[in-house]
């Protein structure tokens, strides 16, 4: 007899929790600037919650799923994949409550995803002000705090040699005192091209360019509850993933373009932790 056909979208959980297919994070391991571990710390925690989360659906349905004698068994990834994850699948094919369930988890992962790296972006930034060189202090007091100078006049022909040296602590200033916002990519881009100029800016696209479709899919999902706008389908365009979608629409995420968002925030995050060790260490 065929199997009952699917009366909803493949959620691809198994994609979202299968081992082997995610970013790496021992790049947190071999910073060299102690000024960098409270911050490396957090990222890896506020990432690792995701992993907790998106693991326990199939979590839940292995335990509930053993046999007898099997009490002692560990619940541990193996098991969770062999019983829990088809499971959950199999449930995701036929119940309308468990679709809603999945949709939700996916959603807050993504938004998860980017407030990790949005902070992590943030307090780098900071503390790369705060500890490094007198010269990205005065780059970024001259972008961001209300200076005499013009904003329109380029930072390149401004004297940096004849401008003080702001106080102690004057990134995370900046930071706390709103001058500046890392709610929003671009900003975050131009946050790190002003302080270290164009070595920066690549950055974000050589280590994964899904960062953006991360930016967008969390825009898209706290700002319009999901449905396609005109910014999100522009700024999905080159992703193949998620460009089927027309405006006002309301966007489908499964398991795997979810894994490649998450992906991206730990891969540009543990770039850009890299890069400003780099410097940090080398002053440069």
């Known amino acids: 007899m065929d199997a009952m056909p699917s009366l909803f979208p493949d959620y691809k959980y198994f994609e979202l929790v299968a081992p082997r297919k995610h970013a790496r994070r021992d790049a947190l391991l071999n910073l060299r600037s102690t000024y960098l571990m409270d ?18 659906p199939a979590h839940v349905a292995a335990k509930a799923l053993r046999k007898p004698g099997e009490e002692d068994e560990d619940d541990d990834d193996a098991r969770r994949l062999r019983i829990g994850v088809p499971f959950i699948n199999e449930m995701l094919r036929h119940e309308l409550g468990a679709n809603q369930s999945m949709q939700n988890i996916l959603f807050s992962i993504v938004i998860e995803s980017w407030t990790a790296f949005e902070t992590l972006a943030a307090d780098l ?9 007198p010269e990205w202090r ?25 401008v003080a040296d702001p106080q102690e602590n004057y990134g995370s200033f900046l930071r706390d005192t709103e001058k500046l916002s890392f709610q929003k990519l671009p900003k975050i881009i131009e946050a790190y091209r002003v302080v270290f100029r164009k070595k920066s800016e690549e950055l974000f696209q050589k280590e994964d360019r899904y960062i953006f479709a991360l930016s967008a899919v969390r825009n ?6 999901g449905v396609a706008d005109r910014k999100y389908v522009a700024a999905v365009k080159q992703f193949s993933e998620l460009n089927s979608i027309a405006k006002d629409k309301p966007i489908h995420l499964d398991g795997d373009i979810v894994r490649k968002l998450k992906n991206a925030a730990i891969n540009v995050g543990n770039g850009l932790l890299s890069f400003v060790d780099q410097r940090l260490e080398s002053n440069t």
């Open 138 to 162: 005065k780059r970024g007091g001259v972008r961001y705090d209300k200076p005499r100078f013009c904003d329109s006049e380029p930072l390149n022909e401004i004297d940096f040699a004849a």
């Open 220 to 225: 898209v999902i706290v700002h319009k509850a």
């Open 39 to 56: 911050v490396a710390k957090a990222f890896f925690n506020n990432i690792a919650r995701t992993d907790s989360f998106s693991w326990f």
């Open 125 to 133: 930034w900071a503390v790369a002000l705060d500890e490094g060189l």
